[in-house]
């Protein structure tokens, strides 16, 4: 009776997980029927039920119950992210989510019905190998049981001649664990060892004074108004402005994920090197401070000194000054950028400065105030006031009335996080003599066409939007201003994340051939950019990164009927 009821509690926990089972069929039967795949997926399947079954009849309580845990573990992490994106977990998303544990807290707050559900299917798995197995046990136990392990070490063999591919639609539980010791493997196949020295020699041209790079967070190019007559106020339109502002429009991002996109804005590379660069390359600070430049590192998104985006020791000691806002409001922390910025503009000292605003990342509810809800109809509001980020938009948004109101939710969490932002900086800041570079990590796809999706990005068959952001030089030495003219208008809706590096370097006073012999054309170069974005990052086991190209007539525009007739002036 006791190994019936194990059996039944595993069969149940297969059934919960029919949906991926149905997707991965329909993506084998259409348009046309692959029997070979069909059939190989039919195997894999059963022997991945088998392996579940199997692990339940270990005698020893030990390997059973650490099996058990394994296996609901991982069935827990992708089950969840499956429910809530709505596609398969690849092992690219693994490797970026693992990276992103500083925001999983927040994602499970936001999504705890999903990941609930997601926990009650994984303790059924968990009691149905866990529980001690009745004597004798029949012969199909014992046969079971012999598979168990070998069938999941041959599926992460399997896995890694294909490059982390191939687990779609097989039991999560599988999936997962398969996924997470590959990840170790790379992890001790490739420890992160002595990064390089900076080498690149200065070209003897004095530093032009302040440097700052500001990354904003999920920032959709085409909804501010420097790139779309129906964007958002940006606070960026200032032709009449002292200080010139050089607007390169719509460019592309490093891939279309926060961890990704920030750690090669950090370290550079281009389209070959990038992975090499992220791991054994210098930082930027390392770049800085050789050039004689003060690092700060101006944090918005976290707070009790946490790391995020795979900062570590190693690089924090490369950083002079860290600030974070410990003590203020998720919605009022860019604006604190601004002020904090403003004071370091006006010390007098040379500095570089990097900094990851708030932005636009979901949950956008409340990252405005109410002086700023002037598109409606938009979310319901006093939800998550203390949220900076998290994985994605609950899946009732999935309806077209509530994408509506997310995209009014998001012009007005841009009207306050951007046009607001650039407001205050503008009419406060001593701005003469700096350089700023302004850009987001990613994009985001909000589902101007109604369709069933429920994420804005990092998902595994991205959408052009997810890659496409904002990019703007915000003064620059006084002799080059012809040249950023000249640059924007050649490079206008051409450009992208991978000529920041350089340009930084350039700024820094480094040689300029030898800053492109390592990391690719800056923004100033006439090169064309291949103008593509990386949807597969972490390109590991043998596998290739795969690159998106972006056609900008396909962008899509903000649509009005969101939304009643707005004047898109100052921000209020």
Not at 479 to 486: I, T
Request: glycine share 8%; net charge neutral.
């Amino acid at each position: 009776m006791r190994n019936k009821l194990k059996l039944l509690l595993i069969l149940f926990s297969v059934l919960l997980g029919g949906m991926e089972v149905v997707r991965r069929i329909e993506a084998l039967v259409r348009p046309d029927i692959q029997i070979a795949g069909l059939a190989a997926y039919a195997v894999l399947f059963l022997l991945c039920v088998v392996s579940a079954a199997g692990a339940g009849f270990f005698l020893r309580a030990w390997l059973r119950w650490s099996l058990a845990i394994a296996f609901a573990g991982a069935a827990w992490i992708v089950d969840g992210y499956q429910w809530v994106v709505g596609d398969f977990m690849t092992y690219d998303a693994f490797v970026t989510m693992t990276q992103s544990a500083g925001d999983l807290g927040s994602a499970f707050d936001q999504q705890a019905e999903i990941m609930l559900m997601a926990a009650g299917k994984a303790v059924l798995l968990l009691l149905g190998i866990g529980l001690r197995p009745a004597l004798p046990i029949p012969w199909a136990g014992r046969i079971a049981k012999i598979v168990a392990i070998p069938f999941l070490a041959m599926l992460v063999l399997l896995l890694y001649f294909r490059g982390g591919e191939g687990a779609s639609g097989l039991l999560s539980a599988h999936g997962g664990l398969s996924f997470g010791l590959l990840q170790g493997y790379e992890l001790v196949r490739y420890p992160n060892g002595e990064r390089e020295t900076v080498t690149i020699p200065k070209s003897g041209a004095k530093l032009s004074g302040d440097i700052i790079l500001i990354i904003d967070e999920s920032i959709a190019g085409a909804y501010l108004d420097i790139n779309s007559p129906n964007g958002v106020y940006s606070g960026l339109d200032r032709p009449a402005s002292p200080v010139p502002i050089h607007n390169f429009g719509l460019a592309a991002s490093i891939t279309h994920c926060s961890v990704g996109s920030n750690l090669s804005l950090r370290y550079g590379g281009t389209r070959s090197n990038y992975l090499e660069m992220a791991r054994s390359g210098p930082a930027i600070w390392a770049y800085a401070r050789t050039a004689g430049l003060e690092t700060i590192y101006i944090d918005a998104q976290r707070t009790g000194g946490a790391y995020q985006n795979q900062m570590n020791d190693a690089e924090r000691q490369w950083i002079d000054q860290w600030d974070q806002f410990d003590n203020v409001a998720v919605m009022d922390r860019d604006q604190a950028v601004a002020d904090r910025l403003t004071r370091y503009l006006e010390d007098g000292k040379p500095q570089f400065i990097l900094v990851n605003k708030v932005g636009a990342h979901f949950p956008v509810n409340d990252k405005f105030p109410d002086s700023h809800a002037r598109y409606q109809p938009m979310l319901e509001r006093r939800q998550y006031a203390d949220v900076t980020d998290m994985r994605a938009p609950d899946a009732l948004y999935s309806r077209a009335g509530n994408w509506q109101r997310y995209r009014n939710s998001y012009r007005n969490t841009l009207s306050w996080n951007v046009g607001a932002f650039f407001d205050r900086l503008f009419n406060q800041a001593q701005l003469d003599g700096a350089t700023i570079i302004y850009t987001a990590d990613h994009g985001q796809f909000l589902h101007e066409q109604p369709d069933s999706g429920a994420a804005t990005h990092c998902t595994p068959n991205p959408e052009i939007e997810e890659g496409v952001v904002p990019l703007v030089v915000i003064g620059g030495p006084d002799k080059g201003n012809n040249n950023w003219r000249q640059a924007t208008k050649a490079q206008h809706n051409r450009t992208s994340h991978y000529r920041i590096f350089p340009t930084l370097l350039s700024l820094m006073g480094y040689e300029q051939q030898a800053i492109q012999g390592v990391y690719g054309p800056d923004l100033l170069s006439p090169e064309a950019d291949p103008y593509t974005f990386n949807i597969r990052y972490n390109a590991r086991l043998g596998s290739s990164p795969i690159w998106k190209s972006i056609s900008v007539e396909n962008v899509a525009q903000p649509p009005l009927s969101d939304h009643a007739d707005i004047k898109r002036t100052a921000a209020p």
